[in-house]
């Protein structure tokens, strides 16, 4: 990943922890993004709908860490959270459902709602709400988990990034919802300017709950390192792009 030495976000002598807010925290991707961040000594907030999940995934991670209850869909929950946290430098939007894989034939409306709403709906409403306190930090930075199965680049002709013969055209609603991601990334990035390093991370194919009938997949802590860097991205580091999780700039 091109501009990118050492974090700007950590803190100097006599300044405050940066503090992270990682949505869908608890488990996968997810909790992998939060135990990194407090090992780079990141205080992390771990939203989660199930307030016992995210103090469970609490537990595991340490002092550094603290859980919110945090449901992306209910505009109320994530009022009460950014109240609750106060400052914040550092957003991972993670927090995201797959309603299923099925065609443009098979595809209900509800899918599709549902997707739109906890992938899409959900992000700009938590990005819009903790922006007050984003924009008091010196290095606010904006991770959304994506995926390249959003990619229209990727999705519009054969490539080894995923078995296109096998999954061309399906994954209507939960395919769509990261591509809508993508350009809200985009949108989100110039709408802020270069102060705000907004990212989006293609994490490529995990063993999460998002897929529970996946038998393949690579460790959720190897697409995390992908998210931890664009979280410490250093002030010159890039800002509205798509990455892959090597690192390596993922096309729209």
């Known amino acids: 990943m091109s501009n990118q030495g050492e974090a700007s976000v950590g803190p100097s002598s006599g300044e405050r922890r940066p503090v992270a807010l990682v949505t869908g925290g608890n488990s996968g991707i997810g909790f992998a993004v939060a135990?990194?961040?407090?090992?780079?000594?990141?205080?992390?907030?771990?939203?989660?709908?199930?307030l016992e999940k995210g103090r469970a995934a609490v537990e595991k991670l340490g002092p550094a860490a603290q859980a919110v209850q945090l449901d992306v869909t209910d505009t109320g929950s994530v009022a009460s959270a950014?109240?609750?946290?106060?400052?914040?430098?550092?957003l991972v939007n993670n927090a995201g459902i797959n309603p299923g894989s099925e065609d443009i034939v098979d595809t209900t409306l509800e899918q599709l709602r549902q997707a739109y709403e906890t992938n899409v709906f959900g992000l700009v409403?938590?990005?819009?709400?903790?922006?007050?306190?984003?924009?008091?930090?010196?290095?606010?930075?904006?991770?959304?988990?994506?995926?390249?199965?959003?990619?229209?680049?990727?999705?519009?002709?054969?490539?080894?990034?995923?078995?296109?013969?096998?999954?061309?055209?399906?994954?209507?609603?939960?395919?769509?919802?990261k591509?809508?991601?993508?350009?809200?990334?985009?949108?989100?990035?110039?709408?802020?300017?270069?102060?705000?390093k907004v990212n989006a991370l293609a994490p490529g194919l995990r063993r999460t709950n998002l897929f529970p009938?996946?038998?393949?997949?690579?460790d959720p802590a190897e697409a995390a390192q992908g998210a931890v860097r664009l979280a410490l991205l250093p002030d010159d580091g890039p800002t509205g792009r798509l990455w892959s999780w090597d690192g390596t700039l993922a096309p729209w």
């Open 35 to 50: 135990r990194q961040l407090v090992d780079n000594g990141v205080d992390v907030w771990i939203g989660a709908r199930d």
């Open 82 to 90: 950014a109240e609750q946290i106060g400052e914040l430098d550092i």
């Open 213 to 218: 009938d996946m038998t393949v997949g690579g």
């Open 179 to 196: 591509t809508a991601v993508n350009a809200v990334t985009l949108l989100v990035a110039q709408a802020l300017g270069e102060t705000f």
């Open 125 to 177: 409403a938590v990005t819009q709400q903790f922006l007050p306190a984003l924009r008091r930090s010196a290095h606010p930075r904006i991770v959304n988990i994506s995926s390249g199965t959003g990619s229209l680049t990727w999705n519009s002709g054969p490539n080894p990034q995923f078995d296109w013969e096998r999954v061309q055209g399906a994954g209507l609603a939960y395919r769509s919802s």
